[in-house]
């Protein structure tokens, strides 16, 4: 097949797939009190994973990024990378990850395949960083995110989350970054879902306050790309720095995914409601038309656009049951 195309007219060949639901961070924005007691539906098993890639591939998606929870929590995460690597149409493997793990993991994710990460690190000041994630160790982090830059992963990200508190000091610390690494910050602001409303109330930072300090700072804005980041350049760096603006004009008309959570459930957009279980197709390879038949009928059903700024978050009730 040549492609998908959903009934907004954009083709979708974008997937992101959460392979658990657990993590290990407390992160002040997500999951401040940690995972729920309570354990839900084990994740897609390796197999199942597989017959859902090749259905995907079938229809035209070439890129895959994995996320959480947090992956790396998954033992055969490896093993998973190097399946997807395999599958005719895939070309590119991405990865998102708290980095808490990643030092010890990055060799053998890259000769698995792993052609794309990205690290979140939401703050560079070590006591800010421990307030936000709760148990989180920067140093860990930093470690990881040198050791990915090292074992040559073509694209390395590193994610954070616009909060209200971000000094001018930090800003330029994140700036320092891409001075030394060959690296994209991704400043990305932060979203209202169904259990951080009186945090998000307290918290939200618009991007467009971070790209007049940028401005100031002598970075210019490149012209729009085909993803959500607009980035900008410095002619002393050899990295970059990115805005995502989830509130902004125009942040779905591009959007080229389609998310399934850990428990094989697609949601068509990260802020619908709504899902589509695909589990009970991927038993086995007799599921295949099934499974090709609700993922475009998924296609179809995907919204024009969010609806953030009507106060309304789809019944999302935090980003690590989809992974954002």
């Known amino acids: 097949m040549t492609g998908l195309v959903d009934s907004h007219g954009r083709r979708l060949e974008y997937l992101r797939l959460s392979v658990t639901d657990r993590c290990n961070y407390r992160c002040s924005y997500c999951l401040p009190h940690g995972c729920p007691a309570e354990v839900g539906p084990p994740p897609l098993a390796v197999a199942e994973i597989e017959r859902l ?41 991405g990865l998102t990850t708290n980095g808490s ?42 470690a990881g995110l040198e050791a990915a830059v090292a074992a040559g992963i073509p694209s390395v990200k590193v994610n954070a989350v616009l909060l209200r508190g971000l000094e001018d000091g930090e800003l330029d610390a994140f700036a320092a970054l891409t001075r030394r690494l060959p690296v994209t910050v991704r400043f ?24 007049e300090r940028l ?40 959007c080229n995914r389609l998310r399934v959570a850990s428990n094989g459930d697609l949601r068509p957009c990260l802020f619908g409601a709504g899902a589509i279980p695909l589990r ?31 106060g309304r978050s789809g019944g999302t009730t935090t980003l690590a049951t989809i992974g954002g």
């Not at 895959?64 to 055969?76: H, K, Q, S």
């Not at 990305?188 to 930072?205: D, G, H, K, Q, V």
């Open 53 to 93: 890639a090749r259905a995907f591939a079938a229809l035209g998606f070439w890129k895959v990024r994995l996320t959480g929870g947090e992956p790396t929590l998954r033992r055969d995460l490896t093993e998973i990378v190097e399946r997807l690597a395999r599958v005719p149409g895939f070309t590119r493997i």
């Open 101 to 142: 793990r990643l030092a010890g993991l990055v060799g053998a994710l890259r000769r698995a395949g792993l052609a794309s990460l990205n690290v979140s690190i939401d703050s560079l000041d070590p006591a800010r960083f421990e307030r936000i994630t709760g148990p989180g160790r920067l140093d860990d982090v930093l």
């Open 188 to 211: 990305i602001e932060l979203m209202r879902t169904e259990e951080n409303a009186a945090f998000f109330e307290e918290s939200y930072l618009p991007a467009r306050e971070v790209a």
């Open 215 to 254: 401005a100031g700072r002598g970075w210019q804005a490149l012209p729009p790309g085909d993803g959500v980041a607009v980035l900008h350049r410095h002619p002393e760096h050899q990295g970059q720095i990115g805005l995502i603006s989830a509130y902004g004009d125009g942040f779905c008309g591009r």
């Open 280 to 310: 009970p197709y991927l038993a086995s390879d007799a599921g295949l038309p099934f499974l090709l038949q609700a993922i475009g009928a998924a296609a179809r059903a995907k919204p024009a656009g969010h609806q953030l700024r009507q």
